[in-house]
């Protein structure tokens, strides 16, 4: 199966919502809202914001690998 590297992103203070593509050499740990700008953190227990607050799980745990470790 493919890897998806297209995920949105939900901001949990505004609800906006953008389309972003998922690095797949390095981990995103920092995400700003474009709408509120709020600076969103991967919530406790995730690594990185698009295991968070995405649509679609980030590309290591797509491919079975630990993430971020």
Do not use: W
């Amino acid at each position: 199966m493919k890897t998806q590297l297209i995920s949105t992103i939900t901001c949990p203070e505004c609800g906006h919502k953008k389309e972003e593509t998922m690095p797949t050499e390095a981990c995103q740990f920092f995400y700003e809202c474009e709408n509120c700008k709020t600076a969103l953190r991967p919530l406790e227990g995730d690594c990185l914001v698009f295991c968070s607050y995405r649509t679609a799980a980030c590309p290591s745990i797509q491919e079975k690998n630990d993430c971020c470790k």
